[in-house]
Protein backbone atom coordinates (compact mmCIF):
# COMPACT_ATOMS: atom_id res chain seq x y z
CA UNK A 1 0.00 0.00 0.00
CA UNK A 2 1.49 3.58 -1.02
CA UNK A 3 -0.10 6.85 -0.06
CA UNK A 4 1.12 10.14 -1.29
CA UNK A 5 2.03 12.83 1.43
CA UNK A 6 -1.22 14.30 0.82
CA UNK A 7 -3.14 11.31 1.76
CA UNK A 8 -1.59 10.55 4.82
CA UNK A 9 -2.51 14.18 5.44
CA UNK A 10 -5.92 13.61 4.52
CA UNK A 11 -6.07 10.62 6.93
CA UNK A 12 -4.37 12.49 9.55
CA UNK A 13 -7.02 14.86 9.52
CA UNK A 14 -9.66 12.81 9.44
CA UNK A 15 -8.27 11.23 12.82
CA UNK A 16 -8.02 14.89 14.50
CA UNK A 17 -11.37 15.84 13.60
CA UNK A 18 -12.68 12.70 14.94
CA UNK A 19 -12.69 14.68 18.13
CA UNK A 20 -15.75 16.46 17.19
CA UNK A 21 -17.36 14.42 14.65
CA UNK A 22 -18.96 11.14 14.51
CA UNK A 23 -18.72 11.29 10.89
CA UNK A 24 -15.97 14.13 9.82
CA UNK A 25 -18.21 16.24 6.96
CA UNK A 26 -16.36 16.59 3.65
CA UNK A 27 -16.49 20.60 4.03
CA UNK A 28 -14.33 20.54 7.36
CA UNK A 29 -11.78 17.83 5.36
CA UNK A 30 -11.49 20.32 2.62
CA UNK A 31 -10.99 23.19 4.77
CA UNK A 32 -8.13 21.16 7.11
CA UNK A 33 -6.99 20.35 3.96
CA UNK A 34 -6.82 23.55 2.65
CA UNK A 35 -7.51 21.81 -0.81
CA UNK A 36 -10.49 22.00 -3.19
CA UNK A 37 -13.76 19.76 -3.20
CA UNK A 38 -12.47 17.68 -6.39
CA UNK A 39 -9.03 16.95 -5.17
CA UNK A 40 -10.11 16.17 -1.21
CA UNK A 41 -13.08 13.56 -3.06
CA UNK A 42 -10.15 12.25 -5.27
CA UNK A 43 -7.91 11.50 -2.04
CA UNK A 44 -11.01 10.08 0.16
CA UNK A 45 -11.86 7.55 -3.05
CA UNK A 46 -8.20 6.27 -2.56
CA UNK A 47 -8.54 6.11 1.18
CA UNK A 48 -11.76 4.50 1.11
CA UNK A 49 -10.04 1.89 -2.03
CA UNK A 50 -7.29 0.93 0.80
CA UNK A 51 -10.26 0.50 3.71
CA UNK A 52 -8.70 3.18 5.71
CA UNK A 53 -12.12 4.79 5.63
CA UNK A 54 -15.86 3.96 6.51
CA UNK A 55 -17.94 6.45 4.58
CA UNK A 56 -21.33 7.45 5.48
CA UNK A 57 -23.95 10.06 3.94
CA UNK A 58 -23.19 12.30 7.06
CA UNK A 59 -19.22 12.11 5.93
CA UNK A 60 -15.68 10.16 6.63
CA UNK A 61 -14.41 8.35 9.79
CA UNK A 62 -10.80 6.47 10.15
CA UNK A 63 -11.55 2.64 10.07
CA UNK A 64 -9.34 0.03 12.32
CA UNK A 65 -7.11 -0.17 9.42
CA UNK A 66 -6.78 3.33 8.85
CA UNK A 67 -5.48 3.74 12.77
CA UNK A 68 -3.09 0.84 11.90
CA UNK A 69 -1.75 2.37 9.17
CA UNK A 70 -1.48 5.83 10.63
CA UNK A 71 0.86 4.27 13.57
CA UNK A 72 2.65 1.79 11.02
CA UNK A 73 3.25 5.18 9.39
CA UNK A 74 4.87 6.67 12.23
CA UNK A 75 7.18 3.91 12.76
CA UNK A 76 8.45 3.77 9.58
CA UNK A 77 8.74 7.50 9.32
CA UNK A 78 10.63 7.33 12.40
CA UNK A 79 13.25 4.88 10.15
CA UNK A 80 12.58 2.11 12.71
CA UNK A 81 10.49 -0.71 11.63
CA UNK A 82 11.46 -2.31 8.16
CA UNK A 83 9.42 -4.84 7.72
CA UNK A 84 6.03 -6.35 9.13
CA UNK A 85 5.52 -10.54 9.17
CA UNK A 86 3.06 -12.89 9.95
CA UNK A 87 0.85 -12.45 13.29
CA UNK A 88 2.14 -13.95 15.90
CA UNK A 89 -0.91 -13.80 18.24
CA UNK A 90 -4.40 -12.91 18.32
CA UNK A 91 -5.70 -11.92 21.90
CA UNK A 92 -8.65 -11.14 23.22
CA UNK A 93 -7.78 -6.96 23.18
CA UNK A 94 -5.03 -7.35 20.30
CA UNK A 95 -3.32 -8.43 17.55
CA UNK A 96 0.76 -9.20 17.90
CA UNK A 97 2.85 -9.09 14.86
CA UNK A 98 6.14 -10.25 13.99
CA UNK A 99 8.47 -7.21 12.84
CA UNK A 100 11.97 -6.75 11.81
CA UNK A 101 13.32 -3.35 12.98
CA UNK A 102 15.79 -1.40 11.25
CA UNK A 103 18.63 -2.46 12.99
CA UNK A 104 17.67 -6.05 11.70
CA UNK A 105 16.55 -6.94 15.14
CA UNK A 106 13.43 -9.22 15.69
CA UNK A 107 10.76 -7.34 17.71
CA UNK A 108 7.04 -7.63 18.07
CA UNK A 109 4.28 -5.16 17.40
CA UNK A 110 0.66 -4.98 19.59
CA UNK A 111 -1.74 -3.18 18.31
CA UNK A 112 -4.38 -2.71 21.01
CA UNK A 113 -8.27 -3.10 19.77
CA UNK A 114 -10.65 -2.74 22.68
CA UNK A 115 -14.03 -2.84 22.00
CA UNK A 116 -13.96 -3.97 18.07
CA UNK A 117 -16.42 -6.81 18.55
CA UNK A 118 -19.03 -3.59 19.32
CA UNK A 119 -17.20 -2.88 15.53
CA UNK A 120 -18.31 -5.09 13.85
CA UNK A 121 -22.33 -4.39 14.62
CA UNK A 122 -24.56 -4.51 11.42
CA UNK A 123 -24.26 -0.97 9.81
CA UNK A 124 -27.41 -0.29 9.19
CA UNK A 125 -28.71 -1.10 12.55
CA UNK A 126 -25.72 0.85 14.59
CA UNK A 127 -27.16 3.07 17.47
CA UNK A 128 -26.05 6.24 18.36
CA UNK A 129 -24.73 4.85 21.61
CA UNK A 130 -22.85 1.72 19.23
CA UNK A 131 -21.43 5.19 17.73
CA UNK A 132 -20.44 6.63 20.73
CA UNK A 133 -18.48 3.69 21.53
CA UNK A 134 -16.88 3.38 18.16
CA UNK A 135 -15.28 7.06 18.87
CA UNK A 136 -13.92 6.46 22.83
CA UNK A 137 -12.27 2.47 21.29
CA UNK A 138 -10.22 4.76 19.57
CA UNK A 139 -8.96 6.62 22.62
CA UNK A 140 -9.15 4.05 25.05
CA UNK A 141 -7.20 1.63 22.80
CA UNK A 142 -4.12 4.26 22.91
CA UNK A 143 -4.99 4.70 25.98
CA UNK A 144 -4.27 0.89 27.18
CA UNK A 145 -0.83 0.92 24.78
CA UNK A 146 0.09 4.26 26.32
CA UNK A 147 -0.64 2.40 29.59
CA UNK A 148 1.36 -0.93 29.28
CA UNK A 149 4.28 0.77 27.74
CA UNK A 150 4.47 2.76 30.83
CA UNK A 151 4.09 -0.48 33.24
CA UNK A 152 7.00 -1.80 30.51
CA UNK A 153 9.19 0.92 31.33
CA UNK A 154 9.10 0.80 34.95
CA UNK A 155 9.39 -2.74 35.17
CA UNK A 156 12.39 -3.73 32.29
CA UNK A 157 14.88 -4.54 33.06
CA UNK A 158 14.71 -5.46 36.28
CA UNK A 159 11.32 -7.92 35.78
CA UNK A 160 11.85 -10.82 33.17
CA UNK A 161 9.68 -8.81 30.94
CA UNK A 162 9.89 -7.20 26.86
CA UNK A 163 11.90 -4.78 26.48
CA UNK A 164 9.39 -1.90 25.59
CA UNK A 165 11.33 -0.09 22.25
CA UNK A 166 8.05 2.18 21.06
CA UNK A 167 4.67 3.42 21.22
CA UNK A 168 2.52 5.11 18.97
CA UNK A 169 -1.34 5.46 19.08
CA UNK A 170 -2.28 1.80 20.05
CA UNK A 171 0.41 0.20 19.16
CA UNK A 172 3.50 -0.76 20.71
CA UNK A 173 7.12 -1.83 19.52
CA UNK A 174 8.56 -4.25 22.18
CA UNK A 175 11.40 -6.86 22.41
CA UNK A 176 10.65 -10.57 21.25
CA UNK A 177 10.60 -13.46 22.93
CA UNK A 178 11.16 -17.05 21.06
CA UNK A 179 9.16 -19.17 23.18
CA UNK A 180 5.97 -21.02 23.86
CA UNK A 181 2.96 -20.13 26.43
CA UNK A 182 3.67 -21.56 29.24
CA UNK A 183 -0.21 -23.12 28.89
CA UNK A 184 1.00 -24.94 25.80
CA UNK A 185 4.07 -26.75 27.02
CA UNK A 186 4.79 -29.78 28.37
CA UNK A 187 7.87 -28.58 31.45
CA UNK A 188 8.48 -32.20 31.44
CA UNK A 189 9.75 -32.34 28.44
CA UNK A 190 11.99 -29.19 29.07
CA UNK A 191 15.24 -29.56 30.55
CA UNK A 192 14.26 -27.57 33.34
CA UNK A 193 13.66 -27.67 37.01
CA UNK A 194 9.83 -26.95 37.58
CA UNK A 195 10.11 -26.27 40.96
CA UNK A 196 13.11 -24.03 40.20
CA UNK A 197 10.91 -22.28 37.53
CA UNK A 198 7.83 -21.93 39.85
CA UNK A 199 10.14 -20.00 42.41
CA UNK A 200 11.52 -18.34 39.73
CA UNK A 201 8.55 -16.76 38.53
CA UNK A 202 7.29 -15.83 41.99
CA UNK A 203 10.45 -14.34 42.29
CA UNK A 204 9.83 -11.98 39.39
CA UNK A 205 5.88 -11.20 40.79
CA UNK A 206 8.08 -10.18 44.37
CA UNK A 207 10.06 -7.86 42.07
CA UNK A 208 7.06 -6.67 40.28
CA UNK A 209 5.13 -5.84 43.67
CA UNK A 210 8.29 -4.07 45.20
CA UNK A 211 8.70 -2.03 42.09
CA UNK A 212 4.46 -1.11 43.25
CA UNK A 213 3.15 -3.45 40.18
CA UNK A 214 0.27 -6.41 40.31
CA UNK A 215 -0.02 -7.60 37.06
CA UNK A 216 -3.71 -8.81 37.57
CA UNK A 217 -4.17 -11.03 34.37
CA UNK A 218 -1.31 -13.36 35.04
CA UNK A 219 -1.49 -16.86 34.28
CA UNK A 220 0.20 -19.54 32.15
CA UNK A 221 -1.38 -17.62 29.22
CA UNK A 222 0.91 -14.75 29.93
CA UNK A 223 3.91 -16.26 30.69
CA UNK A 224 6.24 -17.06 27.35
CA UNK A 225 8.83 -19.87 27.54
CA UNK A 226 11.87 -20.49 25.93
CA UNK A 227 13.40 -24.14 25.15
CA UNK A 228 16.23 -23.74 27.61
CA UNK A 229 13.53 -23.06 30.28
CA UNK A 230 14.24 -18.87 30.26
CA UNK A 231 10.82 -17.42 30.47
CA UNK A 232 9.18 -13.32 30.10
CA UNK A 233 5.70 -12.23 31.71
CA UNK A 234 3.67 -10.48 29.01
CA UNK A 235 0.51 -8.52 28.56
CA UNK A 236 0.50 -5.88 30.94
CA UNK A 237 -2.63 -3.08 30.25
CA UNK A 238 -4.39 -4.03 33.12
CA UNK A 239 -1.58 -3.94 35.79
CA UNK A 240 -2.52 -1.73 38.82
CA UNK A 241 -0.07 0.85 40.63
CA UNK A 242 -0.06 0.37 44.05
CA UNK A 243 0.54 3.76 44.99
CA UNK A 244 -2.15 4.66 42.45
CA UNK A 245 -5.01 2.50 43.47
CA UNK A 246 -4.17 3.62 47.08
CA UNK A 247 -4.30 7.08 46.17
CA UNK A 248 -8.08 6.76 44.23
CA UNK A 249 -9.28 4.96 47.43
CA UNK A 250 -8.24 8.04 49.90
CA UNK A 251 -6.16 5.88 51.40
CA UNK A 252 -3.39 6.73 53.53
CA UNK A 253 -0.05 5.44 52.25
CA UNK A 254 1.10 2.44 52.61
CA UNK A 255 -2.47 1.50 54.17
CA UNK A 256 -3.62 -1.85 52.64
CA UNK A 257 -5.68 -2.11 49.39
CA UNK A 258 -7.71 -4.82 49.02
CA UNK A 259 -8.06 -4.71 45.52
CA UNK A 260 -4.69 -5.35 45.37
CA UNK A 261 -4.72 -7.76 47.84
CA UNK A 262 -7.58 -9.95 45.58
CA UNK A 263 -5.39 -9.46 42.00
CA UNK A 264 -2.53 -10.17 43.73
CA UNK A 265 -3.72 -13.67 45.46
CA UNK A 266 -5.21 -14.40 42.01
CA UNK A 267 -2.05 -14.27 39.58
CA UNK A 268 -0.61 -16.24 42.61
CA UNK A 269 -3.56 -18.45 42.37
CA UNK A 270 -3.59 -19.16 38.87
CA UNK A 271 0.34 -19.95 38.81
CA UNK A 272 -0.30 -22.56 41.73
CA UNK A 273 -3.32 -23.62 40.07
CA UNK A 274 -1.16 -24.36 36.55
CA UNK A 275 1.94 -25.98 38.53
CA UNK A 276 -0.49 -28.50 41.07
CA UNK A 277 -0.29 -30.42 37.62
CA UNK A 278 3.42 -30.66 38.52
CA UNK A 279 3.16 -32.03 41.76
CA UNK A 280 4.16 -28.57 43.29
CA UNK A 281 1.99 -28.16 45.60
CA UNK A 282 2.74 -24.97 47.96
CA UNK A 283 0.26 -22.72 50.20
CA UNK A 284 -1.07 -18.98 48.54
CA UNK A 285 -1.18 -17.30 51.78
CA UNK A 286 2.26 -18.24 52.30
CA UNK A 287 3.11 -16.96 48.93
CA UNK A 288 1.55 -14.29 49.47
CA UNK A 289 2.98 -13.19 52.62
CA UNK A 290 6.83 -13.87 51.30
CA UNK A 291 5.89 -11.99 48.09
CA UNK A 292 4.47 -8.16 49.85
CA UNK A 293 6.94 -8.85 53.04
CA UNK A 294 10.36 -7.06 52.99
N1 LIG B 1 7.11 -9.91 23.41
C1 LIG B 1 6.58 -10.99 22.82
N2 LIG B 1 7.38 -11.93 22.25
C2 LIG B 1 6.82 -13.01 21.65
N3 LIG B 1 5.51 -13.25 21.57
C3 LIG B 1 4.66 -12.36 22.09
C4 LIG B 1 5.14 -11.18 22.76
N4 LIG B 1 4.09 -10.48 23.19
C5 LIG B 1 3.00 -11.17 22.83
N5 LIG B 1 3.31 -12.32 22.17
C6 LIG B 1 2.36 -13.32 21.64
O1 LIG B 1 1.11 -12.73 21.35
C7 LIG B 1 0.07 -13.24 22.20
C8 LIG B 1 -0.87 -12.12 22.65
O2 LIG B 1 -0.14 -11.16 23.38
P1 LIG B 1 -0.74 -10.50 24.70
O3 LIG B 1 -1.06 -11.56 25.67
O4 LIG B 1 0.16 -9.42 25.13
O5 LIG B 1 -2.03 -9.84 24.05
P2 LIG B 1 -3.55 -9.72 24.50
O6 LIG B 1 -4.25 -9.23 23.32
O7 LIG B 1 -3.65 -8.91 25.71
O8 LIG B 1 -4.01 -11.14 24.78
P3 LIG B 1 -5.05 -11.68 25.86
O9 LIG B 1 -6.21 -12.13 25.08
O10 LIG B 1 -4.27 -12.81 26.46
O11 LIG B 1 -5.34 -10.62 26.84
C9 LIG B 1 0.83 -13.87 23.36
O12 LIG B 1 0.09 -14.87 23.98
C10 LIG B 1 2.09 -14.39 22.68
O13 LIG B 1 1.86 -15.62 22.04
MG1 LIG C 1 -2.34 -12.41 26.87
MG1 LIG D 1 -4.31 -9.21 27.73
Known sequence: MELNDNEWRTLKIIEISMKHYEWVPLFEIIKK???NKKEALYRLRILDKHKLINRSSYGYRLSHWGYDALALNTFIKKELLSAIGGKLGVGKEGDV???ILTNKREAVLKFHNIGRTCFSMGKRYRSYLAEKRHISWL??????AQKEFE???ELFPIVKVPEPIEQNRHAIIMGKIDGAELKKVDLKKLDVDIYKLFWDIIEEIKK?????YVHCDLSEFNILIKEDGDF????FPQALNINEEGQKFDKIPGEFSQD????????IGNILRHFKKYGINEDLNKIYNYIIGG
Open 208 to 212: MYKLN
Open 139 to 144: YASRLT
Open 97 to 99: YNV
Open 260 to 267: IEFYLKRD
Open 232 to 235: IIID
Open 33 to 35: TKT
Open 151 to 153: VLN
